[in-house]
């Protein structure tokens, strides 16, 4: 069994990596996203908010999912959804093609977030310590070769397609041979008694859980969707300097949840959160009265040092209260009801 547990580990942290780079090289090719399919600044903000909506519909829809099947079954046919709806978008022809191709996109990554968190706190729990920061360390990794695909994207005025075609043709079958290790809710959990009971009790403690993710990700989606057009259009930044804020992000996201999951078996999760929030309001603080590019990026690097632990110690808390509420066992495992309705404010 720890074996099985030691692969499914590293799979799903693949899989958190995977999603990492489809995620950069979206977000920080969104000025040229812009000019390729004449999308207006008026126009750009409904096409930005139609992803985490859409997102939050496929996160529900996949809480009905694992009721039939399990989530690594939806995390491995999500992602190639993702890469492919990512090459869509970077090889596509009119705003119809766009629209379609970012719907796919925020469906699937509903999907995907949802399945990951729902195997991580799984192996969480099997684990028996906190190890949910190092899967979104992973996730931060990606990211940093996204945001650097995508800088060398722009600096060698590369098509979108010629940037993402590569990725797309070696991410995919490497995500769907690495998903034969996943390991579900059932497997990790065999060890607990199964007591038929549901994670009941009314979740009355989702509220604040919920207030917490809301805000994490609102200022995750404010760097991911925003950084590059606030420095390339009120900072007056280059198109290339513009893909660099998102990648300084996830380097401070990737130092912080490194050394998290010490930090919340030292200190508290509870501790770690309310530093975090600190700190990322300090963040926003500095980039809403940055003078330049580069002040707005330190404050971008403030953002991803607080905000990189109150994702992952939300859904962690989710899971955790989730399994002491109802005690669920193999056929109610700690992650059903809870990651969904977490996942649905992203």
Known sequence: ??????????????????????????????????????VSDALLPA????????AGIGSVTTERLVERIPPSRVLRWSQPVV????????????????????????????????SMNMLGVSLQRAYGRSIMLSFHAA?????????????????WGLELWVSYLPVALLLMPAALVGSRWYVDGRAAEEDTRETGEGAGGGRKWLLPLC??????????STVSNWS?????????????????????????????????????RRFGAVAVVRAGALVAAVGFAVVAGASGAWVGMLGFTLLGLGLCVLVPQTFAAAGRRAYESGRPGLRTPPWRGSMSSITWVF
């Open 1 to 38: 069994m720890t074996d099985v547990l030691r692969r499914g580990r590293t799979s799903l942290a693949f899989g958190f990596l995977v999603q990492g780079v489809a995620f950069a090289l979206l977000v920080t090719r969104i000025p040229a996203i812009q000019d390729r399919y004449g």
């Open 47 to 54: 096409f930005l908010a139609a992803v985490p909506i859409l």
């Open 83 to 114: 890469l492919l709806a990512l090459l869509a978008v970077g090889a596509g022809e009119g705003m119809a093609v766009l629209g379609v191709a970012l719907a796919a996109f925020g469906l699937a990554v509903g999907a995907l977030d949802a």
């Open 139 to 155: 996730y931060s990794a990606g990211g940093i070769v996204g945001a650097s695909l995508a800088w060398v994207g722009a600096h």
């Open 211 to 220: 207030l917490v993710m809301t805000v994490a990700y609102i200022g995750d």
């Open 228 to 264: 590059a057009k606030y420095l390339q259009d009120v900072l007056g930044s280059s198109e290339q300097l513009a893909t660099v804020p998102y990648n300084v992000y996830m380097v401070t996201t990737l130092l912080g949840r490194a050394i998290g999951d010490v930090g919340v």
